[in-house]
């Protein structure tokens, strides 16, 4: 069973600081990992996608690869409140494009 | 524009009597998929299809059929449906599984309550 865990949360920061989303994946063989945000009652879209070791930065998000480690994270800098969502992670594994982790939730606190 | 279209968006229903939740993409997408959501479990994937008339279930397929008789069509079929599918499903579609960028691109998701 291919898996992609996350802490489920809630992960609570204030406004302005760094919040950081973990995930880890199961299958050695994924290339490719993305990172979901979910409002509460809509539909996942895609907010970062990585597939080389390393960091990958756009605007105050930052996706981190550790493919050794099975690890992957996702840093938003400056939190805004509007941050406030379920981000999930999502990783390709044999016959399915992407298996997604349950989805960490974030509040920003004011 | 680009998009999955999903109808309806809210259903209530009562057991047992058939329904058909619609989808669309106009993409021109190999990939789609059906998801239910529910607090705390997550996307589960319940059908997905590679192409036309190819299709396999997912994690949780019991009570659900579909079809795919047309590429940008993929219809969630549930015969007699049960309280217990009660929830938020999404579809989604995906251009190639082959490729190592393989955004899924979802529906704006279906609400559906069975009394």
């Known amino acids: 069973q291919k898996e992609v865990e996350q802490n489920s949360g809630p992960l609570s920061v204030p406004e302005g600081a760094i919040a950081s989303l973990n995930c880890t994946y199961s299958?050695?063989?994924?290339?490719?990992f993305f990172w979901y945000r979910q409002y509460s009652g809509k539909s996942p879209e895609l907010i970062m996608f990585?597939?080389?070791?390393g960091d990958k930065e756009d605007g105050r998000f930052t996706a981190q690869l550790n493919k050794a480690s099975q690890y992957v994270s996702l840093l938003i800098r400056d939190s805004q409140p509007s941050d406030s969502a379920t981000y999930l992670c999502?990783?390709?594994?044999?016959?399915?494009?992407?298996?997604f982790g349950k989805g960490t939730r974030l509040s920003v606190i004011a | 524009e680009a998009q999955v279209t999903q109808n309806p968006r809210y259903l209530i229903t009562v057991t047992g009597k058939k329904l058909t939740v619609t989808c669309s993409q106009n993409?021109?997408?190999?990939?789609m998929s059906w998801y239910r959501q529910d607090p705390g479990l997550g996307l589960r994937q319940i059908y997905y299809?590679?192409?036309?008339?190819?299709?396999d279930k997912g994690d949780v397929p019991e009570g659900y059929k579909v079809s795919r008789k047309e590429k940008r069509n993929f219809p969630l079929i549930l015969e007699s449906p049960s309280p217990n599918q009660t929830s938020l499903y999404f579809c989604?579609?995906?251009?190639?599984?082959?490729?190592?960028?393989?955004?899924?691109?979802f529906g704006p998701g279906t609400r559906l309550t069975v009394l």
């Open positions: 989604a579609s995906s251009p190639h599984l082959a490729e190592i960028y393989n955004e899924q691109f």
């Open positions: 993409m021109n997408h190999e990939y």
């Open positions: 299958d050695r063989g994924s290339q490719s």
């Open positions: 299809s590679m192409n036309v008339e190819v299709t």
């Open positions: 999502a990783v390709p594994t044999g016959n399915t494009p992407l298996v």
């Open positions: 990585i597939y080389s070791n």
